[in-house]
Each structure stands twice: as C-alpha cells, then as structure tokens.
Nanobody, 117 residues
Framework: QVQLVESGGGLVQAGGSLRLSCAAS????????MGWYRQAPGNQRELVAG????????YADSVKGRFTISRDNAKNTVVYLQMNSLKPEDTAVYYC??????????WGQGTQVTVSS
C-alpha cells in the first residue's frame, strides 16, 4: 500500500501563489509516476500536472506557465506543486495521485485551494 498526505492548501487572492506538498509512504518502490488532480464543485476530476520517475513532466493547458511540479531529489517520495498567478477558476480540491505498477493507483485525501477575486 502507498499512503499519500497532502499539505499546503488554503485561501489566497487572485494573482497570489501557493505551494502544495505530497508525501508518499509505504511501498513507494511500486510508484511509477506522481501527479496532482483537482476537482471543483460540479466538475469532473482533472489532471493538473504529473511527473514520472525519470523527471518527465506534463501539464494541463490551463496551468501551463503558471504551475510547476517538482520532486525532492533527496527525498524521492515528496512531490510539490508550485502554483503562481492563481485565478478564481483554480479553486478546487487538489488531490495527490500515484500511478503504481500493475495499474494500481493511490490517492491522497485532498486539500482545498480557494482563490478569491
């Protein structure tokens, strides 16, 4: 099993910044990639950004140039999402996700990000 714990959400004004953190524990050797998803009320959960074990990243078009996903190289089990130039439409619950071997997945409990206009 892999456990994911997020932190760093909160309330921020439009144009501001937040950094989310996700710490993985358990059978971390089964993790192939990690990422962040978000879900706003009434919307489906969507991919925000992902990073593979080799460091390859991908982003949703809506956050390119504003958000950066990274990994703590010293602690290969911590992933960050730096969010700059936040917009009200970024308001959502953000979930950490781990893609694991044999098509298994793990999810964090979610952290609320609210951007006021």
């Amino acid at each position: 099993q892999v456990q994911l714990v997020e932190s760093g959400g909160g309330l921020v004004q439009a144009g501001g910044s937040l950094r989310l953190s996700c710490a993985a524990s358990g059978t971390i050797f089964t993790i192939n990639a990690m990422g962040w998803y978000r879900q706003a009320p009434g919307n489906q959960r969507e991919l925000v950004a992902g990073i593979t074990n080799s460091g390859r990243t991908n982003y949703a078009d809506s956050v390119k140039g504003r958000f950066t996903i990274s990994r703590d190289n010293a602690k290969n089990t911590v992933v960050y999402l730096q969010m700059n130039s936040l917009k009200p439409e970024d308001t959502a619950v953000y979930y950490c996700h781990a893609q694991r071997s044999y098509q298994r997945e793990s999810w964090g409990q979610g952290t609320q990000v609210t951007v006021s206009s």
